[in-house]
């Protein structure tokens, strides 16, 4: 999803689904700070990253 739509979209689910847990799953290999720091900005309380 983040891939297709962005950060964004975490943000909309957020919105929608305000007392759900919200993953973020990164698959990224560099920039990992700010890829974290985004998706937590965005709504997300748990992320999932392979490095």
């Known amino acids: 999803m983040v891939i297709n739509f962005g ?3 975490l943000a909309k689910i957020r919105k ?14 560099d920039v990992a700070a700010y890829e974290v720091n985004q998706a937590v ?7 999932d990253m392979l490095i």
């Not at 929608?16 to 290999?29: E, N, S, V, Y």
């Not at 900005?41 to 992320?47: D, L, R």
């Open 16 to 29: 929608q689904f305000p007392d759900i847990t919200l993953l973020a799953d990164l698959k990224i290999m």
């Open 41 to 47: 900005k965005y709504g997300a309380e748990k992320i």
């Open 7 to 9: 950060l964004e979209g």
